[in-house]
């Protein structure tokens, strides 16, 4: 350490006397303890004062340059060395540095930053701030045949993209171009990791996922998936799969996504549909995603169901019912109840077999599928013309069994929320009084009643549009559970509570009048003196609750 004392004293002198060869013999001495005790050189380093030395020996003329690049660099793998590094102002001379022609340099201070702002999102956030990031993505389109340059760039550009600042900033630029030219000259399987590495964060940028898209990204990864496919080798079950995650991303984005789509005649669109009956999972998975996300405008999906992607999609789940993947079954669920969201839809949809593959999948324990499995269900029957299926599914008594079940689901609030949305689905489409006594028989009415406080206003109105079914169509049937479960009270308290949106008053007042008809629900009606409540309503702003009102009090008063 004396040496090092002795070199450290000298670099001190240097802000006075800069002779080239004693300051060059000083860096050499310090770079050789670094590489050999590095956090006890560094701590000598900082306990000398040396550190402030170095922004007036960081100029872009002198020859030491690179070597007092090199020093920082290092001192800065040590945590404790990082803010002092900054706090010495080191940051504003590295990064004029990155102007610097010098192939040496450029490298040396690309590794000083990013190990001074290693893991510091505000030091990260401040290098963005001072235009880091055009200079980087310049100095790659520059120096790509440059191996320790390009990866350097790299490394900055995956730290930096983690930051949602740097996105803006980052599409300014030509990084798309960039790096899809840099990913089509690569062979090495790490260098291709590194540039995933890199796409996968920006990606997540709608207006870099179209640069991507232009710059000719998703040929390269169509490329990956084609040459690695029927590949065993972990690196080839790895790239496979970040390459088709990359696509499904690129078409989360609207423009890129309909730029793939091309009206269904688009090259990609068409490469994606093969991968639903393959045998790999992951492309199976992908696909499925893939039509997912395809499936988010009504042209889209009504294209498709016209073109038979139902049917591949069906196969695919029924190749994964006994013993199934669980992210396939959600991926292929996921597509089947976008595709049924347009009207058009979904007596095509029906007429396909899709209630019948999506039923086979009830008995599944995981959550995202029980999940998405309602949703289709409930989508198929969401239209006056779904009666005759909802029907069908609604004097299932295995299903109205599992939604029961569902509704109780207090650790999955989707899957909870979705089975009560179908329950009243069932009665609202199919308005059949077998429908209402098989959800009467499996002990759906309190759900339902639960379902109407619901601080969802549309749940709330289904539900009250249900139960106002429910009592229409056999309210005889419905009595004991609507007792049991204080319905009454709880239309009180909705008529009383001025949030209550003007529908959830209107079907409240509906259902009050149809449950009048039972002799111990009337005696409650009667002793919560809902007559006082409802007479107020007639001066409601809304003129269909104040009309509802009147007729309402009219009832009550004559059977009072």
């Known amino acids: 350490m004396e040496n090092l004392s002795d070199a ?6 240097s802000s006075t006397d800069k002779t080239t060869d004693s300051v060059e013999s000083s860096l050499d001495c310090l770079l050789k303890a670094l590489c050999n005790s590095s956090a006890e050189a560094s701590m000598k380093i900082q306990e000398m004062g040396i550190l402030p030395v ?3 020996l960081l100029s872009p003329q002198s020859s030491c340059t690179p070597k007092v690049a090199n020093i920082i660099a290092e ?3 040590n945590e404790f060395m990082r ?3 900054v706090e010495a102002g080191l940051i504003p001379p590295l990064i004029q540095l990155l102007n610097s022609t010098d192939q040496e340099v450029l490298l040396q201070t690309g590794r000083a930053l990013g190990n001074i702002c290693y893991d510091s999102h505000s030091l990260q956030a401040q290098l963005i701030s001072m235009g880091v990031i055009p200079t980087l993505v310049k100095l790659l389109g520059i120096h790509s045949h440059n191996t320790a340059l390009t990866e350097m760039c790299l490394i900055a550009f995956g730290n930096l993209a983690e930051l949602e600042s740097s996105k803006e900033q980052f599409a300014s630029t030509n990084i798309a171009e960039e790096l899809v030219h840099l990913f089509q000259k690569q062979t090495e399987h790490e260098k291709k990791e590194m540039i995933f590495e890199v796409l996968a964060p920006l990606a997540e940028n709608d207006l870099i996922k179209l640069q991507l898209v232009e710059a000719g990204l998703v040929e390269c990864l169509l490329e990956v998936v084609a040459q690695t496919v029927d590949g065993e080798r972990e690196e080839d079950v790895s790239q496979l799969k970040t390459a088709s995650d990359l696509m499904v991303l690129l ?6 996504m309909q730029k793939l789509f091309e ?5 990609v669109f068409q490469r994606v549909l093969s991968w639903i009956p393959s045998h790999n999972h992951q492309l199976q998975l992908a696909g499925a995603l893939a039509i997912a996300n395809f499936a988010r405008n009504d042209g889209n999906c009504i294209h498709m169901v016209d073109t038979g992607i139902v049917q591949k999609l069906l196969e695919l789940l029924d190749r994964h019912v006994e013993e199934g993947n669980v992210t396939v079954q959600h991926a292929a669920l996921s597509a089947l109840r976008n595709l049924a969201i347009p009207v058009v839809n979904k007596s095509k949809m029906l007429s396909a077999g899709v209630a019948d593959v999506v039923l086979k999948f009830l008995q599944s324990e995981m959550p995202p599928v029980q999940f998405k499995l309602l949703g289709t269900l409930r989508m198929l ?5 779904g009666a005759e299926a909802a029907d069908q599914l609604g004097t299932n008594g295995k299903l109205v069994e599992r939604l029961v079940e569902w509704c109780e689901a207090k650790d999955h609030a989707g899957v909870m929320g979705e089975s009560n949305r179908l329950l009243s689905a069932l009665i609202r489409h199919s308005k059949s009084k077998e429908v209402v006594k098989a959800v009467i028989q499996g002990g759906g009415v309190k759900h339902l009643v639960t379902m109407a406080t619901s601080e969802h206003m549309i749940m709330q109105n ?4 249900a139960l106002g079914l429910i009592a229409a169509l056999d309210l005889v049937a419905a009595e004991k559970d609507f007792v049991g479960s204080s319905l009454v009270s709880m239309l009180h308290k909705l008529l009383s509570d001025e949030r209550s949106a003007p529908e959830i008053k209107y079907n409240s007042m509906i259902l009050i009048c149809a449950v009048m008809g039972s002799e111990p629900l009337h005696k409650e009606v009667q002793s919560l003196a809902f007559i006082d409540v409802v007479s107020k309503l007639r001066a409601h702003e809304n003129k269909t609750v104040s009309h509802q009102a009147s007729l309402t009090e009219q009832r009550l008063t004559a059977q009072s």
């Open 75 to 77: 001192v800065a793998k």
């Open 462 to 465: 289904e539900a009250l549009v």
């Open 83 to 85: 803010s002092p590094c």
């Open 381 to 385: 029957i969401d239209t006056q013309g």
């Open 263 to 267: 009206g269904g005649k688009g090259s």
């Open 251 to 256: 078409l989360l984005g609207d423009e890129s």
């Open 8 to 13: 450290l004293e000298k670099l001190k002198l």
């Open 54 to 56: 170095f922004p007036s």
